[in-house]
C-alpha cells in the first residue's frame, strides 16, 4: 500500500508570495492533517480536514489556508509568505473508522523563504 | 490546553547500553499516546499507540509504556541504527478532531 506522498519535496519562494502545496492520502484514509516543523517550535498543528470539510485548526494566521478535495486529497495555500514561514510542512492521514486511529506521516515539503 | 514534555532534549548512548525517554503530558482526555521516530530530511515513522495507563508494548529493541501522567520509550541494548530524533504525541477527546500535540523530541545518538 503506497503510503501518504507530498509534493513538491523542497521548494524556494521569496517574501511576499504565496504557495500551494499538496498531499495524497493513504488511499482509504479520509483525514489529512497538516502540521508545520521548525528546530524552535517542533511539530505545531495547521489544520485538520476530514471528508472536504475543516474539522480543527491550530494557532496560526489566516495566510494559512487549506481544502480538501472529494479524493481526500489536501492542499495547503500560504499566502504574503514571510521569513518565518521557512518550515518543513508535513501532511498525515488516518482512516477514522473509530475512536482510535493512527496518523501517518508524509516525507514532508521544505520551504525556504528568501 | 493539552502539552507534551520531553526529556532529556538529546541522550548519547554507547551501542548496548540501555536506557529510557521521558514524556509527560497533561491532557484534557486521553486518546491516545503515540511514538514516531524521525530521521533528518524526513518524515515521522510511527512506532507505537497507547491509550490506557498501565499498557505496554513492544517492538524489537523498542517497549513504550503508559501511566496516567507519563510515558516512557525503553531502548534495550540500541545499535547506532536507532540513532534518530524520538517524538512522543498525545491525542485528546475535545474537538473530536485527529489532532496531535507534540513534545520537542529526544535525539538520540548511539556510538558504536
Known amino acids: 500500500k503506497a503510503g501518504v506522498t507530498q509534493t513538491p519535496r523542497y521548494l524556494i519562494k521569496t517574501r511576499g508570495q504565496q504557495v500551494t502545496l499538496s498531499c495524497s492520502p493513504i488511499?482509504?484514509?479520509?483525514?489529512v492533517s497538516w502540521y508545520q516543523q521548525t528546530p524552535g517550535q517542533g511539530l505545531q498543528f495547521l489544520f485538520e480536514?476530514?471528508?472536504?470539510?475543516?474539522?480543527n485548526k491550530g494557532n496560526f494566521p489566516g495566510r494559512f489556508s487549506g481544502r480538501q478535495f472529494s479524493n481526500s486529497r489536501s492542499e495547503m495555500n500560504v499566502s504574503t509568505l514571510e521569513l518565518g514561514d521557512s518550515a518543513l510542512y508535513l501532511c498525515?492521514?488516518?482512516?477514522?473508522?473509530?475512536?482510535?486511529?493512527?496518523?501517518?506521516f508524509g516525507p514532508g515539503t521544505r520551504l525556504l523563504v528568501l | 490546553e493539552d502539552q507534551v514534555t520531553q526529556s532529556p532534549e538529546a541522550l548519547r548512548l554507547q551501542e548496548g547500553e540501555s536506557s529510557s525517554l521521558n514524556c509527560s503530558y497533561t491532557?484534557?482526555?486521553?486518546?491516545?499516546l503515540f511514538w514516531y521516530r524521525q530521521d533528518p530530511g524526513k518524515g515521522p515513522e510511527f512506532l507505537f499507540t497507547?491509550?490506557?495507563a498501565g499498557e505496554e508494548k513492544e517492538k524489537e529493541r523498542l517497549k513504550a509504556t503508559l501511566t496516567k501522567k507519563e510515558s516512557f520509550l525503553h531502548i534495550t541494548a540500541p545499535k547506532p541504527e536507532d540513532s534518530a530524533t524520538y517524538l512522543c504525541?498525545?491525542?485528546?477527546?475535545?474537538?473530536?478532531?485527529?489532532?496531535?500535540?507534540f513534545g520537542k523530541g529526544t535525539k538520540l545518538t548511539v556510538n558504536p
Open positions: 498525515a492521514s488516518s482512516l477514522v473508522r473509530g475512536s482510535q486511529e493512527t496518523q501517518y
Open positions: 497507547l491509550y490506557s
Open positions: 480536514y476530514f471528508s472536504e470539510t475543516q474539522r
Open positions: 504525541a498525545v491525542q485528546g477527546t475535545q474537538g473530536g478532531s485527529e489532532k496531535l500535540v
Open positions: 488511499s482509504g484514509h479520509r483525514s
Open positions: 491532557v484534557s482526555g486521553l486518546r491516545g
